[in-house]
């Protein structure tokens, strides 16, 4: 074997070794890149956002309720052939004058300073002169005034049961503040129902109550349909009103009236679960008034709720979405302003129930706990 073929085999040995490792660096360099290097970190996770939502129905259209004069026919609808005919609201019978809300007692002596009853959203008495009569014009007879469409009927679905714990406000007409709590309690099984409320405000270390409120009945197809209401305020004695089906007339404990009762009629502590009863119906049944005859402890009166819009409120519970009815003042049967809102997120429950007195006072319950019994 000569030299230079000696150096020419041990050069073709060097290039197939520098070809063998060049192959098997590019099949680890391969397998690397698909597999991925042991030990390397993985990314993170990204956890799954926690997003809340609240019911918001769209807000019916408005329309005004439209009244007749008296004597006045009304003007012929067509009847579509293919939709039922439907119910005609009949109005509220004449409702007597209400009388005169008697004088809270002083507080003991004991008690430095005064405490405020009227602390529920119950509506002040008419205590005005009665208008003037009207004055006979060329063009003809005046014109009737314009009777509350009580007794429609509404499409209704009750709330189920819950007990609320509220916050209570209230700003005398002289800029007095007060503060307390209120218990309010709604149970129902489908066929009967009970509503109790228990308002306080704090003096000094002392928890003083000012009033109670308890009602119960059936359930039937107009909703809630009361028995019997008992009210109960400080320095004053139990009074009690009673709602006769069968006979159609709320009389009193305290008064010796006897008042034609129409189609679901309520008592005060029955209002705000009627109306969310009547949100989870039908929201758009809150495009028009909503007239409800409401027996009290002396008299009955017919209750017009108007909706004002979709409001937030800012609750311990926090922001909630709610929905707010009005009670505006009317001449002649009650001079108070009540407002409440009803949370659609939270099946229609009352969240917050304002009163503003005739004086200016001002008194506000706002929901801080909802209890819903187990299962």
Not at 159 to 178: C, H, I, N, Y
Not at 333 to 342: C, G, K
Request: with cysteine; net charge neutral.
């Amino acid at each position: 074997m000569t030299i230079a073929s000696f150096f020419s085999r041990q050069r073709r040995a060097l290039a197939m070794c520098a070809a063998t490792l060049a192959l098997h660096y590019v099949t680890i360099d391969w397998l690397t890149a698909r597999i991925g290097t042991a030990g390397a970190p993985e990314e993170p996770v990204p956890m799954p956002m926690k997003v809340s939502a609240q019911l918001r129905p769209a807000l019916p259209v408005r329309t005004a309720t439209v009244q007749r004069q008296a004597g006045t026919p009304a003007p012929a609808r067509p009847r579509s052939p293919d939709r039922a005919p439907s119910r005609i609201a009949v109005p509220a019978d004449p409702l007597p004058e209400p009388l005169p809300e008697p004088v809270a007692e002083p507080l003991p002596a004991t008690v430095a300073a005064p405490v405020p009853v009227d602390l529920l959203a119950a509506p002040q008495q008419a205590g005005a002169a009665p208008p003037a009569p009207a004055v006979e014009s060329p063009a003809g007879p005046p014109a009737a005034p314009a009777e509350p469409m009580a007794g429609r009927r509404f499409r209704v679905d009750l709330p189920p049961t819950a007990s609320f714990e509220l916050d209570v406000k209230r700003t005398d007409a002289d800029g007095t503040q007060w503060s307390g709590s209120a218990d309010m309690r709604w149970q129902t099984d489908g066929s009967t129902y009970k509503v109790g409320l228990e308002v306080g405000v704090s003096m000094l270390v002392a928890r003083v109550g000012l009033l109670e409120l308890a009602s119960e009945g059936t359930i039937d197809d107009a909703g809630i349909a009361p028995r019997k209401m008992t009210e109960k305020r400080r320095s004053r004695s139990m009074t009690a009103t009673h709602f006769d089906h069968e006979g159609k007339r709320i009389t009193f404990s305290a008064s010796t009236a006897a008042v034609p009762m129409v189609p679901g009629a309520q008592d005060k502590a029955t209002v705000p679960f009627q109306l969310a009863a009547i949100g989870r119906g039908d929201v758009n049944q809150f495009g028009s008034d909503i007239d409800i005859q409401v027996g009290e402890d002396r008299e009955a009166t017919v209750y017009r709720f108007v909706l004002v819009g979709e409001e937030e409120l800012e609750t311990r519970m926090g922001r909630l979405v709610t929905w707010r009815l009005a009670r505006p003042p009317r001449p002649g049967s009650y001079n108070a302003r009540l407002d409440i809102w009803l949370a659609p997120g939270l099946d229609w429950y009352p969240v917050q129930i304002r009163n503003t007195e005739r004086s200016g006072a001002v008194t506000t319950q706002t929901v801080t706990k909802i209890l819903r019994p187990a299962g």
